[in-house]
Structures are given as C-alpha cells and as structure tokens.
C-alpha cells in the first residue's frame, strides 16, 4: 500500500513542471465575477438573514386555500351510465383531461362522478365541482 502511494507521488512529481507553486493557502481563490455570482444581491441578504434555514419557526408559505383549488378545475362536461362514468376537466394550464372514479390528476383523486358533479380528494380536503349553469 505504501509503495502504491510513493510511486503516485512519483509520477506527480515528474508531471509537473518544474518551477510551478502551489497557491497559498492550498486552493486558489476564485476571481471576482465568480465569486459575485454565488453572493445574493444586497436587498436579498437581509430577507435570508430574517428566514433563518433551520429556525425552529419557520415554515412554508401559507396555503391560498380552498378558493384556489377549486380555481385550479373547471368541469367541462360528466358522462354517466348505468355502471360507468366519466368526467372532462379543464386543468392546470388549460388542458382538457379526461378522468374516471378513482384516478389522480395534479396530486388529487377522483373520489365520485354524479350528473352534476365531480368530487376530488387530497388528504383530509374536499374539492365539489360543479357543472357550471348553462352546460347541456
């Protein structure tokens, strides 16, 4: 084991050129506009200095509530039969999605189709969406 490391510091001597120091203080510092890019802005630091990382009392941002779920859907149209039904929302971003009892979308469950309506779950909350007026 010790002749493994002598011959490594061996060839590391013959490949260095001769003449060449070894920076101060072992790793050579980073130049400027490096350094100013992992630094934050001047107004920033004092927002991270009031928000300390692993503070007892810190926690995340205040959920918007139920008022925000229930923008995040819009029924489209619920398909029903006697022993099958379906349901088209329009989701997140605007897509058009398709969904059956039981099927997660954007981290909540189909948890009931009825004529009228599209029930989704997600944790111990209750989203009821209803066909909006109007829709045949």
């Given at each position: 084991m010790a002749s493994l490391a002598l011959i490594a510091l061996a060839g590391a001597q013959i490949l260095i050129p001769p003449?060449?120091?070894a920076p101060a203080g072992?790793?050579?510092?980073?130049?400027e506009a490096a350094a100013?890019?992992?630094?934050?802005a001047a107004g920033e630091r004092a927002a991270i200095l009031a928000r300390p990382l692993f503070a007892p009392d810190r926690r995340?941002?205040?959920d918007d509530?139920?008022?925000?779920?229930?923008?995040m859907?819009?029924?489209i149209g619920i398909g029903t039969a006697a022993d099958a039904a379906t349901a088209l929302l329009r989701?997140?971003?605007g897509a058009a999605l398709r969904v059956l009892p039981g099927q997660s979308v954007a981290g909540w469950r189909v948890e009931?189709?009825?004529?009228?309506?599209v029930t989704l779950t997600r944790g111990d909350r209750r989203l009821v969406l209803e066909v909006p007026k109007g829709t045949p």
């Amino acid at each position: 084991m010790a002749s493994l490391a002598l011959i490594a510091l061996a060839g590391a001597q013959i490949l260095i050129p001769p003449g060449t120091e070894a920076p101060a203080g072992g790793a050579a510092p980073l130049p400027e506009a490096a350094a100013a890019d992992f630094m934050p802005a001047a107004g920033e630091r004092a927002a991270i200095l009031a928000r300390p990382l692993f503070a007892p009392d810190r926690r995340p941002p205040a959920d918007d509530g139920p008022a925000a779920d229930a923008d995040m859907f819009q029924v489209i149209g619920i398909g029903t039969a006697a022993d099958a039904a379906t349901a088209l929302l329009r989701g997140p971003g605007g897509a058009a999605l398709r969904v059956l009892p039981g099927q997660s979308v954007a981290g909540w469950r189909v948890e009931a189709i009825a004529p009228g309506a599209v029930t989704l779950t997600r944790g111990d909350r209750r989203l009821v969406l209803e066909v909006p007026k109007g829709t045949p």
